[in-house]
Each structure stands twice: as C-alpha cells, then as structure tokens.
C-alpha cells in the first residue's frame, strides 16, 4: 500500500550533521503522518521524531530535541531528519515509519517501514 525508501546515512563525527531522507509512495494515498525511530545495537527500536500528514506539527523525543528537526516535503511526499550536534549516542539504525491516521510514539503503532539506514557517530 506504500514504500518507503530510505537514503542519507553513513558515518560523521561528533559534533557534525547529517540528513536523512524517505520518500514514501503508493497507490491510493500520496500522504502520511511519518516518524523516524532508531534501534542502537542491542536496544529496541526508540521514538525520534514525527510529523503529521500536512507538516503542521512535529513532535520530537526528548533525547534529540533541540539538535534533531524533522520536515517534509508534501509535493514530493518525502520526510527528513535533519541531525546536527551529533553525539555517539545516536549511532543506531534509523527507520523512517509511516501510518493511516494521527502520529504515535510506538514502533507498533506504524504499520509501514522503511528498510532502515545505518548512521554511526564517532567520538
């Protein structure tokens, strides 16, 4: 029903920036509320950011806020995940997420996932 396609990782050092980008498509809808979770190695996939179907409201765990922005693209249906100050902490696999209706704060909660992009943070 949609895919996800994911680009933009890779390694930076502490203190730099990164972009990810996910660009979502489908047949019956053009548009969803997005998010972007992470899974540090040994972890669970973690809440980093999301965005409602229109861009009007973001909402952004507390580990990142400040430093993290995400946005999109309505017209080209694509999310990002601006990073900057990156840390060491927040080397993990990042998946962007996608659902019908409202954003959530749950892995669970997402029906549709991307295949997920590693970004690793050195010190």
């Known amino acids: 029903q949609v895919q996800l396609v994911e680009s933009g990782g890779g390694l930076v050092q502490a203190g730099g920036s990164l972009r990810l980008s996910c660009a979502a498509s489908?047949?019956?809808?053009?548009?969803?509320?997005m998010a972007w979770f992470r899974q540090p190695p040994g972890k669970e996939r973690l809440f980093v950011a999301a965005?409602?179907?229109?861009?009007?409201?973001?909402y952004y765990s507390d580990s990142v806020k400040g430093r993290f922005t995400i946005s999109r693209d309505i017209t080209k249906n694509t999310v990002y995940l601006q990073m900057n100050s990156l840390k060491p902490e927040d080397t993990a696999v990042y998946y962007c997420?996608?659902?019908?209706?409202?954003?959530?704060?749950?892995?669970?909660?997402?029906?549709?996932w991307g295949q997920g992009t590693q970004v690793t943070v050195s010190s």
């Open positions: 965005i409602t179907s229109n861009g009007g409201s973001t």
């Open positions: 489908g047949r019956t809808f053009s548009n969803y509320p």
């Open positions: 997420a996608a659902r019908l209706f409202g954003v959530a704060y749950t892995g669970a909660e997402y029906g549709y």
